[in-house]
């Protein structure tokens, strides 16, 4: 008798869950900017939450970002706003807990100094 698998859904992450894969990462302090909750390695800016509340702005390089829009628009856009700037939109609904943790160390990979990534073992992509 053949069985039949259930597909598991991935269980949709929020701003909560941003905040602590965020503040797990090296020498990330919590603050806020344009009002809303905002992460900092060494002072500089890699993520914040829109102030949509379900979407954040990640620090992503122009070719990255377009390569995320390109592979998954439901999950990665911008608006003109972002055009000229380093950064993409991500709407969390959209989004797995890993596919997460790995967009917020690319961001933090971009931000953090050479010599803090490297103390912890990260190497930056800059």
Sequence with gaps: MATRRKSIKPVPVDFSTVRRLALALPEVTEGVCYGTPAFRVK???FARLREDGETIVLSADPD????FIR???DTFFVTEHYV???WVLVRLP???EPELRDLLLFAW???A????AARHG???KK
């Design 43 to 45: 002072n500089r800016l």
């Design 64 to 67: 990255a970002r377009d390569a």
């Design 71 to 73: 592979a998954k628009p």
């Design 84 to 86: 000229g700037y380093e």
């Design 94 to 96: 959209t989004v797995s």
């Design 109 to 111: 990979r971009r931000k």
């Design 113 to 116: 100094p050479s010599k803090e």
């Design 122 to 124: 990260v190497h930056s």
